[in-house]
């Protein structure tokens, strides 16, 4: 998760430390409860829906997600993981990871992509997301699915499924793990 | 680091970062469009004072998958046939602004000389005698693909390690990775410095060939040879040769490697050569996703060994980003 990013310690790093705890990992396996029935619901079924995960927090998120989609319909929905690094508009402002690896054993033409990431901030993923989409086909349509909406917006871009929106300040860090949705800040 | 010169400046984690970052690579090379924008508005110039059929294009399609501009500079069609010295050369394309400068030199030491001199980042791409560290990158990942790991390992450098920067490289990145290496080459063919090498040394291919996981062949180079160091090919071939008989007594699961071009029929026999243990098309195809991921992490990443020093640190925004985005 964000964690082996933070790893890489200074000059891009520091110690995460938690101030609150926003949402417990109950809370997360409700909300994402919820957000399997409204990808069913938007989409009327499953037909030529596709998962796929953003590296690293919204991988296991997507698999999550598809867990639920599988127990309430039944289909095992194919589920891919992208890396958008080598897309990025800020290349050298944040490290590349090795182990955070595209995988998308699937074609993409005609399908409905949800995008699944922890947090939505400013945007700059997932319009790297999106191009990089285009390079593995072309899908019909692509929605997307975050944990944490935390406005901030740097781009014209908006979730299709939420399971919170938490207002944040922009020096905040939100940090989505196995123990729930933490707020808190960025301390060398 | 801002310049590839050679793998003593990598080290055991450089190369251990240059060979995880080429996973990512391979994966953008088997995409339906294999391509992404990473070094988009970067320019990559080519500039082989020697000839290079694999090193040169392997390194141009790498930089066209990163979306990296390519200038090729060939001295054959240049102002070199002028009279025009390295130096002035180096300058006059970086004047054009450039950001990356693939060197290959019949001299050792123009890449570090180029590195001085100028701006951009270099990459030796093979220096007369010296070093050729790419290739060594790539064969480290290839060996990894086949047999999992070069630890332990028993790697052969058989043939003209005299002359060969690939034997140099070889040596050392497959030694920094904890293979047991032993050089197999006639006396006239191993370097005099050969004693402060972490190696064993051989002059009997039939001896060694039983123990070990890799037999590297090494390209016979007439053109560097100006003196008979070799009584005949056919006496070479027929010592230190990879013959279709010797072939057969290679270890199971043992594999063959050359770094091309191949003297078919000299050090390497032609069924050998196509054989199912030899890698040797591997090699090459495996030389596109290494060299991505060195221009990647030389002129692109956010890597920290990459990252030259000089660099001022960057903004809290930065530190804000890698966290969330």
């Known amino acids: 998760m964000a964690e082996r990013e933070r790893r890489i310690t200074p000059p891009y790093g520091g110690v995460f430390h938690a101030r609150s705890q926003v949402m417990s990992p109950d809370d997360i396996q409700r909300a994402l409860w919820r957000m399997a029935h409204e990808v069913i619901e938007r989409n009327h079924g499953l037909d030529n829906v596709v998962l796929i995960g953003l590296q690293t927090g919204g991988v296991p998120l997507a698999g999550l997600l598809a867990d639920d989609l599988q127990q309430i319909e039944a289909i095992d929905l194919p589920l891919g993981s992208l890396d958008v690094a080598f897309y990025r508009d800020d290349i050298g402002l944040r490290p590349v990871l090795p182990e955070a690896v595209t995988d998308i054993p699937f074609d993409l033409s005609n399908k409905t992509v949800v995008l699944v990431d922890d947090v939505l901030f400013t945007g700059r993923t997932i319009r790297a997301a999106l191009d990089a989409l285009t390079d593995f086909g072309r899908p019909r349509s692509v929605q997307l699915a975050v944990m944490i909406d935390r406005g901030h917006r740097e781009l014209p871009i908006r979730p299709d499924y939420v399971g919170k929106n938490l207002p944040t300040r922009r020096d905040e860090v939100v940090n989505v793990g196995p123990l729930g949705v933490e707020l808190g800040e960025m301390r060398k | ?325």
Request: charge should be negative; aromatic fraction near 4%.
């Open chain 2, 1 to 325: 680091m801002r310049h590839l010169l050679s793998i003593a400046d990598l080290g055991t984690d450089g190369i251990e970062e240059v060979l995880a970052l080429t996973d990512s690579f391979v994966e953008v090379s088997e995409r339906a469009i294999p391509k992404v924008p990473a070094l988009r508005g970067k320019t990559v110039v080519s500039l082989f004072y020697e000839d290079s059929t694999r090193t040169r294009l392997s390194f141009e399609t790498a930089a066209k998958r990163l979306g990296a501009d390519t200038m090729t500079f060939s001295v054959g069609t240049s102002s070199v046939k002028k009279g025009e010295s390295v130096r002035d050369t180096v300058q006059t394309i970086e004047a054009m602004g450039v950001d990356a400068l693939v060197v290959r030199h019949g001299s050792a030491g123009v890449p570090v000389q180029v590195a001085r001199w100028g701006t951009s980042a270099v990459i030796n791409a093979g220096d007369g005698w010296h070093e050729h560290p790419t290739q060594a990158l790539l064969d480290c990942y290839t060996i990894r693909e086949r047999l999992g790991s070069l630890e332990g390992r028993h790697i052969a450098i058989v043939g003209d390690v005299k002359h060969s920067r690939v034997a140099r490289s070889n040596v050392a990145a497959f030694t920094a990775l904890g293979a047991e290496v032993t050089l197999v080459a006639p006396p006239t063919l191993l370097p005099s410095t050969v004693e402060g090498w972490p190696v064993t040394v051989s002059h009997d291919l039939d001896d060694v060939l039983g123990s070990l996981d890799v037999v590297y062949l090494l390209r016979m180079q007439h053109e560097r040879m100006t003196e008979a160091l070799v009584p005949t090919l056919r006496e070479y071939t027929a010592g230190y040769g990879l013959t279709v008989e010797r072939a057969a007594r290679m270890a199971d699961g043992a594999i063959v490697m050359h770094p091309g071009p191949m003297n078919r029929g000299v050090e390497i026999a032609p069924e050998v050569a196509d054989g199912p243990n030899a890698v040797i098309l591997d090699q090459v195809a495996n030389g596109v996703p290494v060299r991505m991921a060195v221009l990647f992490l030389l002129l692109g990443s956010g890597s920290e060994m990459f990252t030259p020093t000089e660099r001022p640190a960057e903004p809290l925004l930065a530190e804000e980003e890698v966290v969330r985005g």
